[in-house]
């Protein structure tokens, strides 16, 4: 498949998979657990976080003392306009996290501004460092807030701040994430 075509698949939100004319949310990719978490439970309603011990909810994560959040990163698709973002968690202070919850809940996150946070996620997986810099940016109206890398140590760093990724790029990523369905759908 040539790098147009991928690229446009990747950037397009409503793309229908040719074998099974079912929706694929191309953009959003994976979505990936949090650091050290081999074998997390199914997400628990976000009310579950307020029991003690560890918890993964849909949006949210403790694990241990690490208060984690889940975002997306977003990785501009070169030669298009759009975007792919990966899910991933992000490790904010115990008082960042509390301000970003009860702000989230009153539909106000988008108010706080950028929060210092760590990224929580192996990205690349087979290479990529462990618990970078980044800033958790709030988007207004409840939806998932933005992770911008800030260490320009981070392989996607670049990508990230200076002209994106190339279509078989995101493929290869999306492979070391091991999104094999996702991917399967995607080249059909």
């Given amino acids: 498949m040539s790098e147009t075509e991928l690229a446009r698949r990747l950037s397009t939100v409503d793309y229908r998979c040719t074998c099974c004319d079912e929706p694929v949310h191309l953009r959003h990719g994976p979505s990936l657990r949090p650091l050290g978490w081999a074998d997390p439970p199914a997400p628990a309603p976000d009310e579950a976080l307020d029991q003690p011990g560890d918890v993964l909810t849909e949006n949210y ?3 241990g003392r690490d208060m984690l959040l889940r975002a997306t990163l977003p990785l501009a698709i070169k030669g298009t306009d759009g975007h792919v973002m990966p899910q991933v968690w992000a490790n904010l202070s115990t008082g960042d996290f509390a301000r970003f919850r009860a702000a989230q809940g009153r539909g106000e996150a988008d108010r706080l501004g950028d929060l210092a946070a760590w990224l929580y996620v192996r990205i690349p997986a087979s ?3 462990v618990l970078n810099k980044g800033v958790i940016v709030p988007v207004a109206g409840g939806h998932m ?3 911008w890398i800030t260490d320009p ?3 996607l760093h670049a990508a990230q ?3 994106g990724l190339s279509a078989q790029e995101v493929i290869a990523l999306y492979r070391d994430l091991g999104a094999t ?3 399967q759908h995607l080249m059909q």
């Fill in 61 to 63: 994560a403790r694990r």
């Fill in 127 to 129: 290479s990529g460092p």
């Fill in 145 to 147: 807030p933005v992770f």
């Fill in 153 to 155: 140590k981070h392989p």
């Fill in 161 to 163: 701040h200076h002209g």
């Fill in 181 to 183: 369905t996702f991917l």
